[in-house]
């Protein structure tokens, strides 16, 4: 203990007699530049992980979610059941729709019956702007607006084949 406090005083020494050269205050300067830009990227990095936190409860309707490529093992849902947790399944997949000979990217969602498990799902048509608590009827799709305009869909005459 004592060898510890003896370095720390010759430490402080040395910095003291240092503090005049102009390659230290550079190096002073240096080292409150880096502890700011790590500050204000650690403040961002919380900012972030908020918004994207918000996001994924407004997306997946939830306060967790747990992701896989292959469907979630029966244990795992089990124990989600024994803790009272609520769950619902939602399913993603990237694929093309088109219209005629028109092509675009889509984020196919094939939600459970406990979508969302909390909030609201907002639907809108030509008239009205609807929130329900629940998702689509079994064999019923919501397209998004801007899908709908692109691929000239009109509503109630959509044909739907998975090749």
């Known amino acids: 203990m004592k060898r510890l406090f003896q370095d720390a005083l010759l430490g402080t020494k040395l910095i003291w007699r240092e503090r005049q050269r102009e390659d230290f205050k550079i190096f002073l300067f240096s080292l409150a530049l880096a502890v700011f830009c790590m500050t204000i990227l650690n403040v961002l990095n919380a900012a972030a992980w908020d918004t994207l936190y918000a996001k994924a409860v407004k997306a997946y309707g939830g306060d967790l979610c747990i992701t896989s490529s292959r469907p979630i093992p029966e244990s795992v849902l089990i124990k ?14 990237l694929t093309m ?3 005629q000979d028109q092509f675009h990217l889509v984020s196919l969602k094939a939600v459970g019956s406990g979508y969302p498990l909390q909030g609201e799902v907002e639907i809108k048509n030509h008239e ?9 009827p079994a064999g019923t799709i919501w397209v998004e607006q801007g899908l709908q305009s692109a691929l000239n869909i009109k509503l109630n005459e959509l044909d739907f084949y998975l090749l």
């Open 97 to 99: 729709a088109s219209n």
């Open 80 to 93: 989600a059941q024994m803790l009272e947790f609520e769950s619902a399944s939602v399913n993603t997949l």
């Open 128 to 136: 009205n702007t609807f929130f329900l608590k629940h998702g689509p």
